[in-house]
Structure formats: structure tokens, C-alpha cells
Nanobody, 120 residues
């Protein structure tokens, strides 16, 4: 089992920045992918960014150039640096992990989420 705990959400004005963190604990597979999904009100949950244990990354087109996903393997912590935030970035952000895979299409574990609200 893996436990994921997010932090860092909040309220920010459009154009501002936030950094989300996700602390992972438990039995973490050497091959894994971690990343961030978000769910806006009335919309489906979508993959925003992902980084694998070998360092490969993926970003949704809507956040490319503005968000940076990184990880500190020594601390088992995942980060999402969000810059130039827009109102449409508002939503609940969930940390997720897939074990035994470099991709995050079907996460095995989820955090409880942290709310990001961007005011225009």
C-alpha cells in the first residue's frame, strides 16, 4: 500500500503561482509514475502532469509552459509548480501514483486532493 498526502493548494489571483506537494509513504515500487490529476466543477477528472521514475514527463496541452512537475526521490515527494495561473486552472488537484509502470493512465493510488482556486 502507498499513502499520498497533498498540500499547497489555496486561493490565488490570476497570473499568480502556487506549488503543490505530495508526500508518498509505504511500499513504493522502483518503477512507478506519479503525477497530478485535476477535476473542475462539472467536469471529468483529467491528467495534468506526470513524471516517471526514470524522469520522463508529460503535460496536458493546457498547462505546457506554465506548470512543472518534479520529484525528489530521496524524500518520496512530488511537486507541481504552477505559474501564470488562469481561472480555468481552478479545481481539485489529486496526487496519483501507478506502480510498476512509467505511465499514469490507470493510477493505483490516490491522494485526497487539495483545492486550487484562481480568481480572475
Amino acid at each position: 500500500q502507498v499513502q499520498l498526502v497533498e498540500s499547497g493548494g489555496g486561493l490565488v489571483q490570476a497570473g499568480g503561482s502556487l506549488r503543490l506537494s505530495c508526500a508518498a509513504s509505504g511500499r513504493i515500487a522502483s518503477i512507478n509514475a506519479m503525477g497530478w490529476y485535476r477535476q473542475a466543477p462539472g467536469k471529468e477528472r483529467e491528467l495534468v502532469a506526470r513524471i516517471s521514475s526514470r524522469g520522463s514527463t508529460y503535460y496536458a496541452d493546457s498547462v505546457k509552459g506554465r506548470f512543472t512537475c518534479s520529484r525528489d526521490n530521496a524524500k518520496n515527494t512530488l511537486y507541481l509548480q504552477m505559474n501564470s495561473l488562469k481561472a480555468e486552472d481552478t479545481g481539485m488537484y489529486y496526487c496519483a501514483q501507478a506502480s510498476g509502470s512509467y505511465y499514469l493512465t490507470r493510477p493505483d493510488y490516490w491522494g485526497q486532493g487539495t483545492q486550487v482556486t484562481v480568481s480572475s
